[in-house]
């Protein structure tokens, strides 16, 4: 059964994961073992627990303890449950908490990328996203439009971190995803060179006078396709540009020159995750 604490002030060091711990801290690479995520919304939440994530604690109003998050509370076990006023909750989370059901997690353990290349046909790549909206965004779009699975290079916001979680609408659970390498500048290195062990060609979306189209059925015939994709400002470096095997571009109109990241990756997913 769970056990349920009613809230009367902030103090409470269980709180700290929701409130006093920033993202780098939540993550603990120190620790990884003991790194925490919070997953927000009974569908997130949801997708989490079938992933085989680790509940630690969860924060709601008392009125979703028997309402719309009795069946998740059971789910999750002996754990503790923090309630309190509405007041209390808004001042503790910054928003009001009517539609919002919070749960501490442990975080995955990460993935070797080899083990989610072995057996897909259509990955995502990206390299240098920082904004864990837009990298939220492409994680969802990954899942709902054929990719099998996500790569990311080590400069890239953390999938796990809060907002991205959030925005991906728990999708970041039921997609495979995985880190290359440890350090900045790897993708035109080691990323290309793990994607073509594993029998991948590449596809750079970029602006480029050398670029194809993204209806070039010469994209659509390969077997294997990791799409990579870059920064919103300033796009993929030059030299993993160079190092992919394709360039890609998606034509405009009416003088815009490009989409944001996300949107991007929404398009080309569309396209190029067709079998």
Partial sequence: MPEIIHLHDLSHSALDPYVRLTEAQLRSRQNPEKGVLIAESLRVIEHAL???????S????????????ADIIARCGNIPVFTGSSALLESLTGYQLHRGILCAMRRPDAVNPETILQNARRVAVIEGVVDPTNVGAIIRSAAALNMDAILLDPTCCDPLHRRAVRVSMGTVFQIPWARIGERPATMAGEGIALLRKYGFKTAAM??????VSIDDPALAAEQKLAVVLG??????PAETIQACDYCVMIPMSHGVDSLNVAAASAVAFWQLGKR
């Fill in 58 to 69: 969860m924060l709601m109003e008392e009125k979703h303890i028997t309402g719309q998050a």
């Fill in 231 to 236: 920064t919103e400002g300033n796009g993929l």
């Fill in 50 to 56: 079938d992933a085989g994530c680790q509940p630690l």
């Fill in 206 to 211: 970029a602006l480029n006078e050398n670029a």
